[in-house]
T-cell receptor
Framework: AQKITQTQPGMFVQEKEAVTLDCTYDTSDPSYGLFWYKQPSSGEMIFLIY??????QNATEGRYSLNFQKARKSANLVISASQLGDSAMYFC?????????????FGTGTRLTIIP | DAGVTQSPTHLIKTRGQQVTLRCSPK?????VSWYQQALGQGPQFIFQ???????QRGNFPDRFSGHQFPNYSSELNVNALLLGDSALYLC????????????????FGEGSWLTVV
């Protein structure tokens, strides 16, 4: 079984500041992938960044980086230089890397609000 | 390159009715999964379709059924609707052959908002 925990229901951040969204996970899968998605009020789930459990380096995608600490089972999302358009729900998710397994397990999400 | 497309965007149904939601996967993808997202919660996995067969299923009753067509598009059917079925229904697509590879990205559509009254 897999479990994702996001302990920050909501966060308020000043524009241009960096923000860290917390995510911890639990799984019995030896190999797994961790995802972060952004969900605006429109509902679409927008893929942001991915980290594989055997990847040696932390993933980065533009202003997004994933702080992966395998021993602590954490996969925090860092957004640098936040913008007003970053205001949305953010979900951490994971899946086991086995053939045919496409099931994602999601956390409860963090609502991020960027203040001008 | 078209992403994942879903229809309809919004719909309202009455308790006891049946509903069909549709999804076209991203170009090049052959696997479709469906998720239910209740208000204020994260998405919950319903089931996954590949080669026109249900491959995985989450903890949902048999009232939830699906279908995949030869062109990889998919339908989600919900029978005997309950008030608790009101939710955003998300479709996700991916490529089955890469499912065990690290980095296989799963893309979502904009969802179908279902309200049961």
């Amino acid at each position: 079984a897999q479990k994702i925990t996001q302990t920050q229901p909501g966060m308020f951040v000043q524009e241009k500041e960096a923000v860290t969204l917390d995510c911890t996970y639990d799984t019995s899968d030896p190999s797994y992938g961790l995802f972060w998605y952004k969900q605006p009020s429109s509902g679409e789930m927008i893929f942001l960044i991915y980290q594989g459990s055997y990847d040696q380096q932390n993933a980065t995608e533009g202003r997004y980086s994933l702080n992966f600490q395998k021993a602590r089972k954490s996969a925090n999302l860092v957004i640098s230089a936040s913008q007003l358009g970053d205001s949305a729900m953010y979900f951490c998710a994971m899946r086991g890397l086995s053939f045919g397994n496409e099931k994602l397990t999601f956390g409860t999400g963090t609502r991020l609000t960027i203040i001008p | 390159d078209a992403g994942v497309t879903q229809s309809p965007t919004h719909l309202i149904k009455t308790r006891g009715q049946q509903v069909t939601l549709r999804c076209s996967p991203k170009s090049g993808h052959d696997t479709v999964s469906w998720y239910q997202q209740a208000l204020g919660q994260g998405p919950q996995f319903i089931f996954q379709y590949y080669e026109e067969e249900e491959r995985q299923r989450g903890n949902f009753p048999d009232r939830f059924s699906g279908h995949q067509f030869p062109n990889y598009s998919s339908e989600l059917n919900v029978n005997a609707l309950l008030l608790g079925d009101s939710a955003l229904y998300l479709c996700a697509s991916s490529q089955f052959r890469d499912s065990h590879f690290s980095g296989n990205t799963i893309y979502f559509g904009e969802g179908s908002w279902l309200t049961v009254v």
